[in-house]
């Protein structure tokens, strides 16, 4: 190998290392995961926070921003974030969505729908192919925990009588 191919890969190498290290999800808002549903169906992973939240940051820190977990979700799902405070009106399933300003800290009528109520931050809502809520998990969840979960709901195992628990205790991951 001579100098030039040695230089060419080492330049390729460390731009590919570098590049995974810092890949980033990319977020879209609700009404974008909708619509790309239309021609790429894939479930929806919604990340729904508040500014507030200091376990909804540690989660972008350490969950979102870790590179295998980025790169699953934008490779196999349409990842969103969803403020549970913001102010956007939202249309969906011929409803309209909004955040009626009541209380101290008012919620996006969305979030409550998504939620089903158990407002919790941060929690992540999973839907289907079909815009469908599969289901809401509260809570924070590093990306160790969260990769076999992902998996789960990509998978269709939610849907069979496999057992979370156990599957988890089973997976091999990516993520170490």
């Not at 990509?154 to 993520?175: A, C, P």
Request: aromatic residues 14%; charged residues 25%; contains cysteine.
């Amino acid at each position: 190998m001579n100098i030039k191919h040695l230089i060419a890969f080492l330049i390729i190498f460390l731009t590919t290392g570098f590049i995974n290290a810092q890949s980033k999800v990319n977020w879209l808002t609700f009404e974008e995961a909708i619509e790309k549903n239309k021609t790429e169906p894939r479930k929806i992973i919604i990340d729904v926070y508040t500014d507030w939240c200091g376990w909804c940051k540690v989660m972008d820190k350490n969950t979102f921003n870790n590179a295998v977990i980025a790169d699953y979700l934008n490779k196999n799902y349409h990842p969103v974030k969803f403020n549970a405070e913001g102010n956007d009106t939202i249309r969906f399933a011929g409803q309209k969505f909004i955040n009626e300003g009541i209380g101290r800290r008012p919620t996006h009528q969305l979030a409550i729908a998504l939620l089903k109520g158990k407002m919790s931050y941060p929690s992540i809502a999973y839907m289907d192919e079909k815009n469908q809520l599969i289901t809401a998990v509260p809570g924070y969840w590093d990306a160790k925990k969260i990769e076999p979960l992902l998996e789960f709901i990509k998978k269709d195992l939610y849907k069979t009588n496999t057992d979370f628990e156990e599957y988890s205790q089973n997976f091999q991951g990516r993520v170490q």
